[in-house]
């Protein structure tokens, strides 16, 4: 490693009992040694959500419905006003906010929506409300929506009135969804109001160029929020170390200028960079967010001063990126974003343990699916490669962090698997893991792929035909998700793959004798006692 790396310590913590999933996880490490610079999360606030179950959830909003029509008396609605329940939350301390919209006339009433704030005890303690004051319209023209249209009581603004809403569905130039929701009085015909439910800012990116970004329309702005992805959302930390910093907002939807010294930049390329790999966990193997649960994890950009690492911290459920040497990198590149969140993904997976051969296993995993990402994403500006960290320049001399066809060319990192591999730092002994998984998808010996070449060599000397990346990558997923554990080693590993390749294409198969001959290439064998298939 490069002397002005050597000064940055892996942010991680080291566990040794089987079973404990990892705390965090950096892109880069300085050998054995461990600090925890990844902060803690702190003790969640009595305020703060309680984790309902579904049920649970359910019968909460049961109860509210029971009572909406109490709850409208109490809140001095007139006659006219009808509740609907749309959402609850209960916090840990016991306390219920409840989120009605509101009819009236039987009539949707926009801008007319509101949260009811009860105790523990369900004594009204308050009540947020979108518009205050006397609800009072003539709905007698209502009978008159034009095709296409509904009739509602707009409150958003002005003097509430009696409208018409339609809802315009289309795709943007850039291909990019639209639903078009356009507002008109009633009486004179005119729009009131128009906005669109998909939100897409764009973000001028420093890797990838102008991308479009999932945003969230706030009371005075945007923010990075991305209610498609589970509300992913990026947040700043302004060179601190601690917290979970400021969420980034805006007033516009434009983020970054493409440039290090713009501070919106980075956050721009952290937040497309989990963009690309929840849809690519989603889209390719069915993975519904990190934890398969459908809820987005979270980036912290601009952590510390020059610092030259990014890491996952399982604690905080998020992803840390710093801005690299002179803050002018930022640690943000598509394989970078995908490694990280990849970790996150192995914890509530494998949970294969940050130490020895597994830990090994735990980092190649992360490149595995940085680099698949990568791919997927078929961004012009950030081409798919084999390489790992090719865009940050974290040397400072133009080369990559990785190398997977030939490990061996950062000038630690290893080929091949040897006894006592795992005594060596896990981001090298990964080399072997990432080695197998370039073999088995593009096979050996020299190609050029997208503008770089390659060249694999074999432990053994004997050629390996590849089967392609999208079959590698499902089988190392399959492998992942179903046959390793925490303390899983590279002959375990081995055995992982065949029988992830022979559920997925067959015993016997070529991509199971692809998979063989790819462990072979590295010189990973059958376990002691174990098969040899």
């Given at each position: 490693?490069?002397?002005?790396?050597?000064?940055?310590?892996?942010a991680?913590?080291?566990?040794?009992?089987?079973?404990?999933?990892?705390?965090?996880?950096?892109?880069?490490g300085?050998?054995?040694?461990?600090?925890?610079?990844?902060?803690?999360?702190?003790?969640?606030?009595?305020?703060?959500?309680?984790?309902?179950?579904?049920s649970?959830?359910?019968?909460?909003?049961?109860?509210?419905?029971?009572?909406?029509?109490?709850t409208?008396?109490e809140?001095?609605?007139?006659?006219?006003e009808?509740?609907?329940?749309?959402?609850?939350?209960?916090?840990r301390?016991?306390?219920?906010?409840?989120?009605?919209?509101?009819?009236?006339?039987?009539?949707?009433?926009?801008?007319?929506?509101?949260?009811?704030?009860?105790?523990?005890?369900?004594?009204?303690?308050g009540?947020?409300?979108?518009?205050?004051?006397?609800?009072?319209?003539?709905?007698?023209?209502?009978?008159?929506?034009?095709?296409?249209?509904?009739?509602?009581?707009?409150?958003?603004?002005?003097?509430p009135?009696?409208?018409?809403?339609?809802?315009?569905?289309?795709?943007?130039?850039?291909?990019?969804?639209?639903?078009?929701?356009?507002v008109?009085?009633a009486?004179?015909?005119?729009?009131?109001?128009?906005?669109?439910?998909?939100?897409t800012?764009?973000?001028?990116?420093?890797?990838?160029?102008?991308?479009?970004?999932?945003?969230?329309?706030?009371s005075?702005?945007?923010?990075?929020?991305?209610?498609?992805?589970g509300?992913?959302?990026?947040?700043?930390?302004?060179n601190?170390?601690?917290?979970?910093?400021?969420?980034?907002?805006?007033?516009?939807?434009?983020?970054?200028?493409g440039?290090?010294?713009?501070k919106?930049?980075?956050?721009?390329d952290?937040?497309?960079?989990a963009?690309l790999?929840?849809?690519?966990?989603?889209?390719?193997?069915?993975?519904?967010?990190i934890?398969?649960?459908?809820?987005?994890?979270?980036?912290?950009?601009?952590?510390?001063?020059s610092?030259?690492?990014?890491?996952?911290?399982?604690?905080c459920?998020?992803?840390?990126?710093?801005?690299?040497?002179?803050?002018?990198?930022?640690?943000?590149?598509?394989?970078?974003?995908?490694?990280?969140?990849?970790?996150g993904?192995?914890?509530?997976?494998?949970?294969l343990?940050?130490?020895?051969?597994?830990?090994?296993?735990?980092?190649?995993?992360?490149?595995i699916?940085?680099?698949?990402?990568?791919?997927?994403?078929?961004?012009?500006?950030?081409?798919?490669d084999?390489?790992?960290?090719?865009?940050?320049?974290?040397?400072?001399d133009g080369?990559?962090?990785?190398?997977?066809?030939?490990?061996?060319?950062d000038?630690?990192s290893?080929?091949?698997?040897?006894?006592?591999?795992?005594?060596?730092?896990?981001?090298?002994?990964?080399?072997?893991?990432?080695?197998?998984?370039?073999?088995?998808?593009?096979?050996?010996?020299a190609?050029e792929?997208?503008?770089v070449?390659?060249?694999?060599?074999?432990?053994?000397?004997?050629p390996v035909?590849?089967?392609?990346?999208?079959?590698a990558?499902?089988?190392?997923?399959?492998?992942?998700?179903?046959?390793?554990?925490?303390?899983?080693d590279?002959?375990?590993?081995r055995?992982a793959?065949l029988?992830?390749?022979?559920?997925?294409?067959g015993?016997?198969s070529?991509?199971?004798?692809?998979?063989?001959?790819?462990?072979?290439?590295?010189?990973?064998?059958?376990?002691?006692?174990?098969k040899q298939?």
């Amino acid at each position: 490693m490069s002397p002005h790396i050597s000064r940055h310590v892996s942010a991680r913590r080291a566990t040794t009992a089987v079973g404990t999933a990892i705390v965090a996880a950096a892109l880069i490490g300085t050998g054995l040694s461990t600090a925890n610079a990844a902060p803690t999360a702190e003790k969640a606030p009595a305020a703060s959500p309680a984790k309902l179950s579904a049920s649970q959830r359910a019968e909460l909003l049961r109860d509210a419905d029971a009572e909406k029509a109490r709850t409208a008396k109490e809140l001095g609605l007139s006659g006219a006003e009808k509740l609907v329940v749309r959402d609850v939350v209960k916090d840990r301390d016991g306390s219920i906010h409840t989120r009605y919209e509101r009819t009236y006339d039987g009539l949707p009433v926009l801008g007319g929506d509101l949260v009811v704030h009860e105790t523990k005890s369900r004594k009204t303690e308050g009540v947020t409300k979108a518009r205050s004051g006397e609800l009072k319209v003539d709905t007698a023209r209502a009978k008159a929506a034009p095709e296409g249209s509904r009739a509602v009581v707009w409150a958003a603004s002005g003097t509430p009135r009696l409208a018409y809403e339609k809802v315009v569905k289309g795709t943007k130039k850039d291909g990019t969804p639209s639903k078009l929701h356009i507002v008109t009085d009633a009486r004179t015909g005119k729009k009131i109001f128009q906005w669109d439910t998909i939100h897409t800012g764009t973000g001028h990116t420093q890797y990838s160029g102008d991308v479009e970004l999932g945003s969230k329309q706030e009371s005075s702005g945007f923010s990075l929020t991305d209610s498609t992805r589970g509300d992913h959302k990026t947040y700043d930390l302004a060179n601190g170390t601690s917290g979970q910093g400021k969420l980034v907002a805006g007033a516009d939807d434009e983020w970054g200028d493409g440039t290090a010294a713009n501070k919106e930049t980075a956050a721009a390329d952290a937040h497309f960079g989990a963009a690309l790999t929840w849809d690519y966990y989603k889209n390719v193997h069915g993975r519904d967010g990190i934890k398969g649960d459908g809820v987005g994890a979270y980036s912290r950009v601009h952590y510390g001063d020059s610092y030259v690492n990014a890491f996952w911290d399982d604690s905080c459920f998020c992803m840390t990126y710093g801005d690299g040497e002179g803050n002018a990198k930022p640690l943000t590149s598509i394989d970078v974003a995908a490694h990280e969140m990849t970790h996150g993904v192995t914890s509530n997976t494998a949970g294969l343990i940050y130490s020895g051969e597994s830990g090994g296993l735990n980092e190649a995993t992360s490149d595995i699916f940085g680099s698949s990402v990568e791919f997927s994403a078929n961004n012009s500006e950030d081409v798919g490669d084999y390489l790992i960290g090719e865009k940050i320049d974290i040397r400072g001399d133009g080369t990559p962090l990785r190398y997977m066809d030939k490990p061996s060319k950062d000038g630690k990192s290893k080929d091949d698997w040897y006894q006592g591999i795992g005594g060596i730092d896990v981001h090298y002994s990964s080399g072997v893991a990432n080695h197998f998984f370039y073999l088995l998808s593009e096979g050996s010996g020299a190609k050029e792929i997208n503008g770089v070449k390659y060249d694999s060599p074999t432990a053994d000397g004997q050629p390996v035909t590849g089967i392609g990346r999208d079959k590698a990558e499902k089988i190392w997923f399959k492998a992942l998700t179903t046959y390793m554990t925490s303390r899983t080693d590279y002959a375990a590993a081995r055995t992982a793959t065949l029988d992830a390749a022979k559920d997925l294409y067959g015993a016997d198969s070529a991509e199971q004798k692809a998979v063989d001959a790819a462990w072979a290439g590295v010189n990973v064998k059958a376990a002691k006692g174990g098969k040899q298939r």
